[in-house]
């Protein structure tokens, strides 16, 4: 059984073929997909609606916008959260410090493997 099955796990991306590809990447570990969101305010509205146990993050949203304020509300929350990025986890701005950085391109098992370590640290933690 997968440290994943039966998780809540909010994805925020923007590209919608990329959001497709992890809904059936978590399905096949046995999560549970909410969203996508594609913005900001969509993220931070199914993150109180939904109550997510862990969130996917992709940095860089539509309309040049960042999910700097979703990390932000997640670390204010104790929801842990990974960071889908191309970009060094040193270029990352302050937000980010509290997550996982999965850096892109990344294969499935790397996805799961950063969900499931991002949710050990915050067990450890807590």
Do not use: C, W
Not at 40 to 65: K, S
């Amino acid at each position: 059984m997968s440290a994943l099955q039966g998780l809540r796990v909010l994805v925020v991306e923007n590209d919608a073929m990329s959001a497709s590809l992890l809904e059936m990447q978590l399905m096949h570990a046995g999560a549970v997909m909410v969203g996508p969101a594609s913005s900001v305010a969509e993220a931070l509205h199914l993150i109180e609606e939904a109550a997510p146990q862990i969130v996917l993050l992709d940095y860089r949203l539509a309309n040049h916008e960042t999910s700097d304020p979703v990390a932000d509300a997640l670390t204010t929350l104790g929801i842990p959260f990974v960071v889908a990025t191309g970009m060094a986890h040193f270029q990352l701005p302050e937000a980010f410090r509290a997550g996982r950085v999965l850096t892109k391109p990344y294969l499935t098992a790397e996805l799961n493997q950063a969900l499931t370590t991002a949710l050990q640290d915050h067990a450890a933690s807590a």
